[in-house]
């Protein structure tokens, strides 16, 4: 992304500004200037809304499923195409064999689950979504619950409160009468069983032999959950939790994991929050940065280096690639509008002062209050070309987020637009907030139904006011240019000049989203967005963008028309005499899948031979499908017309 070092014309506060006199912004978009894929795995968010238990009442069992429709329906209709669902530190415990995990939340209470459920449902109601689940790390998962801690009594005993941190109650644990302090943990040994790293990967041959899931759409799996702070979390089990022994853990797994399937997307570490970018929880109070005395190095490494050095040198020694996607957390929690609408800044930005900076002041080994520009993941992908070296193809995610706690469903729409954009720009992999707030269905359907699958420059004349994030399709016919205006309650003048777009049209189709207050989102064709035109005269745009608002021109819209909508899938599908086949010539596709226009899988193809193979589509009615083919290079999918 284009980043400005002032933070809008360095006036301190919207406040100060909003009253201010502005320029017209003038934007540039050129049609064949960094030219990148836009992965459409930063469509996503966390699972919330799938149940994962049988419900024995016909009641509660009718009103779950009519949540899970209209979860799928919005997933769907707005163009998600990533769900995380192995629901954070419930998944560092969970048994597959045994459908239950320990919920460290909650006492360690053992509770069932089945994820067998989760992704059965995922492959059949949500054609354009892949699934993202995980493995165990600590080498211990849940075993029975036999031993759980009476927390509803404890909660009807204690005036209707919980205890106000974590207790280790599970497997015959004390607590004192005023229900607040551990007088006696419980034995972990009774309600856990060991759980080696060939115990985690075997759900693998499960899911693919057994169950006979697809696994083109279950490729992505985290290593496991905020491991550097498990003495916290999961401070019920005998670990001892170094630099040294989450390294042995991690590469443990991902060499069984890589060897049970070669083509396995890993994702990790998975850390947690800032501090934790740089630093360890040792238990107790003491949390810092790996320190040499503990690791025999020349000197103190923030963690995240540390984990890339490391995993680097192991992976040259086994000749195994060990990690795909390098994965964080971070929960920002700075509440004005300012601090907010620039949290986008936080990942790539190397001038932007960061007024949460924290842990990063570590990032050199010591303590240098000095250091306040976070640009965490420029960081990160200078230590993955000096430790793993240039071309190593290891890609990055933010898998867990909040976008702020304002109920203001047009501010959490401006944050995240600012997020997508920035990804977008820099190539992130995967994107799954954690909570999901109003204002968001309607940012991603903006982003990923009306934009291309190839992101390409744009450049703002006042960036940090309003920028522009552009994409084209693969011809470069065909131009999305997405405005994200963040004055709070000025709108703005802009100027768009178009370069090299292939066939450039005399007007352009304008979506606006402003002033959405509470959930609006229902459809592809219901929604909050207000339609219009702008012309378009040599190469040139000119319009007004509403104060805090997000603003799509699209030059070409009859090319948005998929659904589900990834990338366009025509370099791999052929029509002759009335027949559709896939080209794999270069031996590249893995899998094909057809679905019906209600979103249901109809015919599944693997093994795909190399060269143009026909699909059997005998027994299929006249009519449109959708055709998703999975090849090395990522998903696409294209519309088809069977007659």
């Not at 469509?43 to 899970?68: C, H, M, T, Y």
């Not at 984990?307 to 040198?313: L, M, N, P, Q, R």
């Not at 040599?538 to 659904?563: D, F, H």
Request: one cysteine or more; glycine letters at 8%.
């Amino acid at each position: 992304m284009k980043m400005n070092s002032k933070i809008l014309g360095l006036v301190a506060g919207f406040g100060l500004i909003a009253s201010a006199a502005y320029a017209d912004i003038s934007i540039s978009v050129d049609a064949k200037s960094g030219v990148t894929p836009i992965s459409p795995y930063i469509f996503g968010r966390n699972i919330d809304q799938v149940g994962d238990k049988e419900e024995s009442d016909p009641e509660k069992a009718a009103e779950v499923l009519a949540q899970e429709n209209a979860f799928y329906k919005a997933m769907s209709e707005s163009g998600m195409h990533m769900l995380r669902a192995n629901t954070g530190n419930n998944a560092t415990r969970y048994n597959w064999r045994r459908k239950m995990t320990v919920h460290p939340d909650w006492y360690n209470n053992v509770e069932n689950h089945d994820w067998d459920m989760t992704a059965k449902k995922i492959q059949e109601n949500l054609p354009g979504v892949d699934g993202l689940y995980a493995f165990q790390l600590t080498g211990y998962a849940a075993a029975t619950r036999d031993y759980n801690f009476p927390d509803w009594d404890f909660y009807i005993n204690h005036g209707n409160k919980w205890a106000n941190q974590t207790l280790d109650l599970a497997g015959g644990g004390q607590v004192s009468d005023d229900g607040q302090t551990l007088i006696k943990a419980g034995d972990y040994s009774l309600y856990n069983m060991k759980w080696p790293a060939d115990s985690t990967v075997a759900i693998l041959d499960h899911w693919k032999n057994d169950l006979k899931y697809d696994m083109s759409r279950f490729q992505y799996w985290s290593m496991d959950n905020e491991m550097e702070i498990w003495a916290n979390t999961h401070s019920d089990l005998p670990l001892h939790v170094t630099g040294d022994f989450l390294v042995e853990r991690y590469v443990d797994v991902a060499k069984q994991a890589r060897a049970a399937w070669p083509d396995i997307k890993l994702t990790g570490p998975v850390v947690a929050n800032e501090w934790y970018w740089c630093s360890i929880s040792y238990g107790g109070n003491e949390s810092g940065r790996i320190k040499k005395e503990d690791t025999g190095e020349s000197r103190d490494y923030c963690w995240l280096e540390y984990f890339i050095k490391k995993v680097a040198e192991e992976q040259k020694k086994s000749g195994q690639r060990l990690i795909d996607v390098f994965d964080i957390h971070w929960y920002p929690d700075e509440s004005s509008y300012e601090d907010q609408v620039n949290w986008h800044r936080v990942f790539f930005d190397t001038t932007y002062v960061y007024p949460g900076a924290n842990s990063i002041k570590q990032v050199n080994g010591g303590w240098d209050e000095s250091i306040k520009k976070e640009f965490i993941f420029k960081r990160i992908n200078d230590w993955l070309d000096q430790y793993f070296g240039k071309g190593h193809g290891i890609t990055l995610a933010l898998t867990e987020t909040t976008l702020g706690k304002t109920d203001d469903a047009m501010t959490t729409a401006v944050i995240y637009a600012s997020w997508l954009g920035t990804f977008m720009d820099h190539g992130v992999e995967i994107f799954t907030p954690w909570t999901w707030h109003p204002g968001m269905y309607e940012t991603v359907h903006l982003f990923s139904r009306y934009g291309f699958e190839n992101r390409v420059a744009s450049v703002s004349s006042n960036d940090s006011l309003v920028s522009a994030y552009s994409s084209v399709n693969g011809s470069a016919t065909g131009m999305s240019i997405i405005l994200v205006n963040r004055a709070p309650s000025e709108s703005q003048n802009v100027s768009i000049s178009i370069s090299n777009l292939q066939e450039v049209p005399e007007s352009a189709d304008v979506l606006t989203l402003s002033g959405v207050s509470g959930e609006t989102f229902v459809s592809h064709t219901q929604n909050a967005l207000k339609t219009s035109t702008a012309t378009v005269s040599n190469g040139k745009i000119s319009l007004t963008v509403p104060a805090k608002s997000i603003t799509a021109v699209v030059l070409n819209a009859q090319a948005l028309k998929l659904q589900p909508k990834v990338q366009n899938a025509a370099g791999f599908l052929f029509a002759q005499n009335g027949i559709w086949f896939v080209n794999n010539a270069a031996g590249t596709v893995r899998s094909v899948q057809i679905f019906d226009g209600l979103g249901s899988q109809v015919k599944s193809f693997s093994q795909i031979a190399r060269g143009n193979t026909a699909l059997a589509t005998e027994g299929l009615a006249p009519g449109a499908y959708i055709v998703r083919v999975n090849s090395a290079s990522g998903i696409t999918s294209q519309r088809i017309l069977l007659k």
